[in-house]
């Protein structure tokens, strides 16, 4: 595998590995980040990662020093997983002292997780325009979990004409439902047994649904269930799929992000 730090490395390695598919990755690799790099190679004949904790989508109270790094365990787990390249960019190589420019996004990238972490998709959309513009990757593969963000940078490639395909893959959960996050390892051992509930709120309400009940009641019981069992809801709602606008009825996505602890957790199924 080959691993580029600098942007003359990174073109040197780009010029003799052909069309790629780009996982982009902010490191502390799970399976879920697996599971991108096994559909990035039935996309092209190479395949890349990016490892780049981005400074620009986290907020001034947020956790980007807490961040977790694992950068040699995740080298190890690219190259077991056929990485044929890893970008690892600097700061100071992806954000040069001088820079000017960010792109602001709006349409699917308003509310939600738009409302609660102001500048959160400018961020999203900045670093992921760069990566796509470094890379000359001919797709790209995001994780369904982070569904928002997955419709926000499809509305940045439609708008700005960008030559590659944006391909969603499915959410890898564990064995009791929870979505796979680089996060979850800051659950004590208490709130990860409990933090299932979550996604079992959420099928619960959708099941509700489909035998008759209206989106109103499924949606307030899922939401005094997740509050009697410990969870700050941000929101949980009924959405267009591709444009996050709130709707009343399926079929919909239904979204939901809650805090357990110290740790804000986000899901999304359809309904």
């Known amino acids: 595998m080959r691993i580029a730090r600098d942007l003359p490395t990174l073109r040197a390695e780009l010029a003799s590995l052909g069309p790629l598919a780009l996982v982009p990755t902010m490191g502390a690799l799970h399976e879920g980040h697996l599971s991108l790099l096994a559909a ?10 990016s490892i780049f904790v981005n400074p620009l989508q986290f907020g001034p ?20 997983a056929g990485c044929d390249l890893a970008w690892l960019p600097s700061v100071e190589a992806m954000y040069p002292p001088g820079r000017a420019t960010t792109i602001d996004v709006e349409g699917a990238a308003e509310g939600w997780e738009g409302a609660a972490r102001p500048g959160h998709f400018r961020g999203v959309a900045t670093v992921c325009t760069k990566l796509f513009q470094q890379t000359g990757a001919v797709a790209a593969m995001f994780g369904e979990k982070d569904w928002q963000q997955l419709q926000a940078i499809r509305q940045v490639v439609r708008d700005l004409d960008m030559p590659i395909r944006i391909i969603g893959c ?4 564990e064995a009791d439902g929870l979505a796979m996050s680089s996060r979850n ?35 307030a019981e899922a939401r005094a269930g997740l509050a009697a069992a410990g969870f700050a809801l941000d929101y949980l709602a009924l959405v267009e ?22 740790v804000r957790l986000l899901d999304n199924m359809p309904a």
């Open 170 to 173: 499915p959410t890898v959960r």
């Open 185 to 219: 390892r800051f659950l004590s051992p208490a709130e990860r047994a409990q933090a299932a509930a979550l996604p079992g709120a959420m099928q619960a309400a959708i099941a509700a649904m489909a035998r008759g009940a209206t989106p109103a009641a499924a949606l």
């Open 241 to 262: 799929p591709e444009t996050l606008r709130a709707c009343a009825a399926p079929p919909a996505r239904l979204i939901a992000a809650a805090r357990l602890g110290g």
């Open 61 to 80: 109270n947020e956790d980007l020093s807490r961040y977790p790094r694992q950068e040699a365990r995740d080298l190890e787990m690219l190259e077991a």
């Open 40 to 49: 990035a190679r039935q996309e092209a004949p190479a395949v890349a990662a």
